[in-house]
């Protein structure tokens, strides 16, 4: 499997963007789709998760409420659709898949996109 992630750009605070990544091969009900981020000089985050075979989905608090984790297993594609953009959003977003179940650390992810950077000004 591949990941194709983009979407990202410049947005001022208060504005939204919506990223996809597009999965090349298939992805099985037993895997779990996330997305991470990465500032400049801090580690790699986790931002939210979707498990492929249902509808659950988990985030992070600091994006809580203001994100939302979505899939159109057709297409399969999983997006981020990111509201109330803060200037403290601003990374490189990453999709990726897990290699087992659901988790919130990025060494459980064996599959990643290439990263799309979101930029949110002041």
């Known amino acids: 499997v591949q990941l194709q992630a983009y979407g990202g750009g410049f947005v001022q605070a208060g504005g939204s963007l919506r990223l996809s990544c597009v999965a090349s091969?298939?992805?099985?009900?037993?895997?779990?789709m996330g997305w991470f981020r990465q500032a400049p000089g801090k580690e790699r985050e986790f931002v939210a998760a979707?498990?492929?075979?249902?509808?659950?989905?988990y985030y992070a608090d600091s994006v809580k409420g203001r994100f939302t984790i979505s899939r159109d297993n057709a297409k399969n594609t999983v997006y981020l659709q990111m509201n109330s953009l803060k200037p403290e959003d601003t990374a490189v977003y990453y999709c990726?898949?897990?290699?087992?179940?659901?988790?919130?650390?990025?060494?459980?992810?064996?599959?990643w996109g290439q990263g799309t950077l979101v930029t949110v000004s002041s």
């Open positions: 990726a898949r897990t290699t087992g179940g659901l988790t919130y650390t990025a060494s459980g992810y064996g599959v």
């Open positions: 091969g298939r992805i099985f009900s037993s895997h779990v």
């Open positions: 979707i498990r492929w075979s249902v509808t659950n989905t």
